[in-house]
């Protein structure tokens, strides 16, 4: 596997990471052998540190610093929540134009913890699908900016309002999913971190990396006409 760089200096990596990749070695996949952090050392023959996650279902940019030092800088400014992330999702329904999710969630530990999501709906559209007891279905394409950082936080989220993801199980779905399936032959989950934004830790810069959406994204926003 060849993976796209999309940054690079002296100090870190971009990627854009394809759905379906885990980070790293996980309890939660133990079936999986291919890994971004393994993949990511062997293309550069240099050893990387990744500065956050992703989700094995989502695609887009993830950085890894280059030495410990720089990563344990950009843990830093994640952890404080001074990185700026922008995420691409395609939600069932009309969402509202603007709003702000704000709900705890509980992590694997048992532990509850403070999680606000803003977002914003860039487009949206009504084809004609029929789903359950309606002529047509809705859908929209939506821009969400995590302000912090909970495990699958924008799923959970959006799925608390009623406009799960695409694709997405187990917090999307299951009988949506199952249309696209066997209507589109998609089972892909249609999330994409699509911007990262930080205060570069050496060079006292803002970097902002972006990722362009991977096929199948295009291909259901196509057939969405979003």
Do not use: W
């Not at 992330?85 to 704000?102: E, H, P, S």
């Amino acid at each position: 596997m060849i993976l796209k760089i999309i940054y690079q200096d002296d100090f870190l990596i971009a990627i854009n990471k394809p759905h379906g990749l885990l980070v790293h070695r996980s309890g939660y996949a133990s079936n999986a052998n291919v890994f971004a952090v393994q993949e990511l050392r062997n293309q550069i023959e240099q050893k990387v540190f990744p500065c956050h996650r992703l989700d094995r279902k989502t695609s887009g940019v993830l950085l890894f610093a280059l030495d410990e030092d720089t990563n344990r800088k950009l843990q830093q400014q994640f952890a404080s929540n001074s990185v700026q992330k922008k995420y691409l999702a395609i939600v069932r329904g009309f969402t509202n134009d603007k709003g702000i999710i704000d709900y705890s969630l509980t992590n694997d530990k048992g532990k509850t913890q403070n999680a606000i999501t803003k977002y914003k709906t860039i487009n949206q559209s009504e084809v004609d699908i029929s789903f359950g007891k309606f002529n047509t279905s809705r859908y929209s394409l939506v821009e969400a900016n995590p302000q912090t950082g909970r495990y699958h936080q924008i799923r959970k989220h959006f799925a608390h309002i009623m406009h799960p993801i695409i694709g997405d199980r187990p917090h999307g779905c299951n009988k949506q999913n199952k249309l696209f399936k066997e209507k589109f032959n998609m089972t892909t989950m249609m999330l994409h971190a699509s911007e990262i934004s930080f205060n570069h830790p050496h060079k006292n810069s803002v970097i902002l990396i972006q990722a362009d959406l991977h096929e199948e994204f295009k291909r259901t926003k196509a057939l969405l006409d979003l």
